[in-house]
């Protein structure tokens, strides 16, 4: 039996006994936890390609493809050159920016050699991929205060004294243009045209300039520089990374695989991709009790992703959750402790994601709303066909407009809070939601959840019954 395969052994009785228990958890949370940092060389090749596999969107040109490559390399003695990319443009890292490093991780665990390739030349140009505007420029300066603050900001998702550390103003800087004319003579228009995002911003009369169109071309030169056999990048990277594939062809070189993970979805559960901008993100920096009460407070439907993109769980594992979720041996509120306990785990340690759960749960159990008095009610049979924001201001006059109302789904205060015998669950409504009718809102969120549903407006408490 692999090591990885001991551990799930150890994990199954686990998994199926008692999961709101702090001991079982805490035991669970161990052991799972410490996969982070097996070692996972003994798994055969298929199983290998089948373990990245699964946490991915997509595996070009096949999961089959992997699996021989990574068969020919062990027989020469040799690891996949894996190869991700990271431009530097921001300080602030998120949970969303950790899912590639993890799958990096896995990588790197199962003995490949790893470069982990720092844009600090494409950061002065910045990724266009999914953007309806340029982003603006980035110094020198600038670039390598984002680069620090990564490094120290993701080093609990990855293993920084095993990856080569690549730059790819190595390349790029001294790259002519005459040479440039040369390859770009043989990359047709319609290949770098092919990408949405380009085809929208010139449609509605958006500029783009030369050089987001050349991005892709320097992404894909990084991977002829680095004769890469794998590059990861995430599912809106795609054009980007076949663009790899085709300068490596026109070198002469073996095409490197493609490899995209899924971008994941904020957690205020409106489907919006995971952003600072729009404020429903899990910072890495944040406080332990911060990220537990964070992925505490997101829908019941994210947990599988979210499962999947955090964790070293298996897909079996995740299974037997959710199965044990929808006979209801299960509360969804146990198993979105363990996906919290999970990822402080992995942030500040075992010690510190138990004493979060505890909190949490202190916290909670001792504020019951129905102690409260009297607090006004919303009959959701009579005013469910109406928005939100309707509801706040002039059915319960908690908030003098609707823009108001949509004023604090921006600050995140406006809230849906569900209180059963076990503990309350902590909803936040997006400004999207906010215009939307209150019973479709309500019916969404609360699918699966049982108990008294309170709708809390900043300080202002009002019971919600009928739904």
């Not at 090749?45 to 946490?55: H, P, T």
Request: proline share 5%.
């Amino acid at each position: 039996m692999t090591r990885l395969g001991e551990s799930v052994a150890r994990a199954s009785s686990l998994l199926s006994a008692d999961l709101s228990a702090d001991a079982t958890v805490a035991e669970l949370l161990k052991e799972t936890g410490e996969r982070r940092y097996l070692d996972l060389t003994d798994l055969p090749a298929k199983e290998q390609a089948e373990l990245i596999a699964s946490r991915t969107v997509e595996v070009l040109p096949g999961v089959d493809r992997l699996a021989e490559r990574i068969e020919e390399r062990r027989a020469a003695g040799q690891g996949l050159r894996i190869k991700l990319g990271i431009d530097p443009t921001a300080t602030d890292v998120h949970l969303g920016h950790a899912v590639p490093l993890i799958i990096l991780s896995r990588f790197q665990r199962l003995g490949h050699d790893v470069t982990l390739l720092i844009g600090d030349f494409t950061a002065k140009i910045g990724d266009p991929s999914g953007r309806t505007a340029e982003r603006p420029p980035l110094s020198d300066e600038e670039i390598a205060a984002n680069l620090a603050s990564y490094r120290d900001q993701v080093r609990p998702f990855f293993d920084f004294e095993k990856v080569s550390f690549r730059q790819n103003s190595e390349w790029l800087a001294p790259y002519t243009f005459p040479e440039l004319l040369g390859l770009l003579a043989q990359v047709p228009v319609s290949q770098l045209l092919q990408r949405e995002d380009f085809r929208n911003r010139l449609a509605s009369g958006s500029g783009l300039t030369m050089t987001e169109l050349l991005y892709p071309v320097a992404q894909g030169l990084d991977s002829v520089a680095l004769e890469c056999d794998v590059e990861l990048g995430g599912a809106d990277q795609l054009l980007n990374l076949q663009m790899g594939r085709k300068l490596m062809e026109l070198s002469g070189q073996r095409p490197q695989l493609v490899v995209t993970m899924p971008l994941i979805e904020g957690t205020d559960g409106t489907g919006a991709k995971m952003s600072k901008s729009k404020g429903n993100y899990v910072g890495l920096t944040a406080p332990a009790d911060d990220v537990f009460g964070k992925i505490m407070s997101v829908p019941d439907r994210l947990m599988e992703p979210y499962l999947k993109a955090w964790t070293e769980w298996t897909d079996e594992e995740i299974a037997v959750v959710l199965a044990r979720v929808a006979d209801k041996s299960l509360h969804p509120m146990d198993l979105k402790k363990i996906l919290a306990g999970e990822v402080v785990t992995a942030l500040y340690g075992l010690e510190a994601a138990m004493a979060a759960r505890a909190g949490f749960v202190a916290q909670f159990s001792k504020k019951s709303f129905a102690d409260v008095g009297t607090l006004p009610v919303v009959d959701v049979a009579e005013h469910g066909a109406e928005t939100v924001a309707t509801v706040l201001a002039k059915v319960l006059e908690f908030t003098p407009s609707a823009s108001a109302a949509r004023r604090l789904a921006k600050q995140n205060a406006l809230r849906l809070v569900v209180e059963a015998p076990e503990g309350q669950q902590t909803l936040t409504l997006a400004e999207s939601e906010v215009i939307r009718p209150l019973g479709e809102v309500l019916a969404e969120r609360l699918a699966g959840l049982s108990g008294a549903v309170y709708l809390k407006a900043g300080r202002k408490l009002a019971q919600l019954e009928g739904r």
